[in-house]
């Protein structure tokens, strides 16, 4: 091989750029630091086929809320109505959940940033496969290090599989915070799953719930006050 030969491998043009080849298989890793903002990283899912649920989106659910939030919410995957309007949460299940952060006076617009595990709907609404999960999961790890969120909270037994690997119940590790890659998480239950269980007694989902949520206020306010008193 002569040096002009062996030069020419150091072109980048010699070889497809690996991060236009991202969407296209999920055999292809998006390492740590690959999108600059989110608007990159959204690009890639709109064109997104790592798993079969591309072939059948209407849009790919990215996220929604404060791009700085110091609280990440993560749920499961879209359901139709995010879907079809390419925003998470925005069905009953989301107007439930912006009245559960309300009730702490937290916001979408200020406190909360919102993605799911997924970013393409499942058919049916069915739970998403490991496989689907695998394939999308890097996107989401990429969306936690751009907003870098204080606490994240897990919708539901499938966001925190998806996460941490627990596969406990929801109902026994709900309110417990959980040590992740050095942030606080905490699993909570899925809004829909307090729509189906509308009790307020004590001890019922709904009294759960608001419970850990006031412990999500408490949390961020002692972060906040560390942070303001190590400055």
Known sequence: MNSEIQLSLFDDDSNPNQQELIPTDSKIPIPSGTYANMTELAQHCNQCHRCELGDTRTHAVVG???LQAPIMVI?????????????????????????????VNLSTENDVYIAN???CRPPNNRVPTPDEMA???????EQIRLVDPKIILLTGATAVKGIT???R???????QWIEWQAR???PIFHPSYLLR????????PKWLMWQDIQAVRAKLDEIRQNSESAT
């Open 64 to 66: 929604r809320g404060n």
């Open 75 to 103: 749920g499961e995957a879209p359901g139709q109505n995010e879907d079809e309007t390419g925003l998470p949460f925005v069905g009953r299940s989301g107007q439930l959940l912006e009245k559960i952060l309300a009730s």
């Open 117 to 119: 595990i997924n970013k």
């Open 135 to 141: 394939a999308c999961k890097p996107y989401l790890l």
């Open 165 to 167: 690997g627990d596969k």
């Open 169 to 175: 119940g929801i109902t026994k590790i709900r309110g």
């Open 184 to 186: 606080l998480c905490m």
């Open 197 to 204: 269980n509308p009790s307020k007694e004590k001890g019922a």
